[in-house]
Nanobody, 119 residues
């Protein structure tokens, strides 16, 4: 089972950028579909972005499409979330998650990293 650790969160003004990283342990990182989720205070956790095994396909929530970019470096066992044009409504704890297949359940979750966007 892969273990995940997020980093890169922080406080940024609206319109700014942040890049989140999710480092995975283990030698099988390349066999996992990787997702980013977020959870704002008082709200349910919501899907943000997905990247497939080789990075050939990516998917985004409508709310972040055109502003966020997910990528992965399988040699570094890391998935990234580049967030541009940030809005106050992007404020949330961001989590990465790994699953062995698109249709399967999640194998691992990270502990989360806080992103706060001030207006």
């Amino acid at each position: 089972q892969v273990q995940l650790v997020e980093s890169g969160g922080g406080l940024v003004q609206a319109g700014g950028s942040l890049r989140l990283s999710c480092a995975a342990s283990g030698r099988t990182f390349s066999s996992y579909v990787m997702d980013w989720f977020r959870q704002a205070p008082g709200k349910e956790r919501e899907f943000v972005a997905r990247i497939t095994l080789s990075g050939g396909s990516t998917y985004y929530a409508d709310s972040v499409k055109g502003r966020f970019t997910i990528s992965r470096d399988n040699a570094k066992n890391t998935v990234y979330l580049q967030m541009n044009s940030l809005k106050p409504e992007d404020t949330a704890v961001y989590y990465c998650a790994a699953k062995g297949s698109v249709a399967g359940s999640y194998d691992s979750w990270g502990q989360g990293t806080q992103v706060t966007v001030s207006s």
